[in-house]
């Protein structure tokens, strides 16, 4: 799901977040060529390749709509400040 969501026109960074348990959750993350999905990974305790990536067990008091509001955040402000140039 993760990987055909970033495939519609205009989207430059795609996730799945997945409640494991209460307060736990897992996060998946892909983006287009010149975005790091990487960087947004990283801020949450994750990591991957730049674009492809993400978090096995995100420990958060947050609910599931606050820790997404937050990688919302995070992904807007990545994709605002650091397209990569042509690969």
Do not use: C, W
């Amino acid at each position: 799901i993760v990987s055909t969501i970033r495939f519609v026109k205009g989207i430059k960074m795609s996730f799945v977040l997945l409640e494991l348990e209460p307060h736990v959750y897992r996060l998946s993350m892909r983006s287009r060529h010149g975005f790091r999905a990487a960087n947004v990974a990283k801020h949450f305790g994750g990591g991957g390749h730049d674009f492809m990536a993400g978090a096995a067990a995100i420990k958060t008091n947050q609910t599931i709509e606050e820790l997404t509001r937050s990688i919302l955040n995070k992904a807007q402000k990545e994709i605002a400040t650091s397209y990569v140039k042509s690969l």
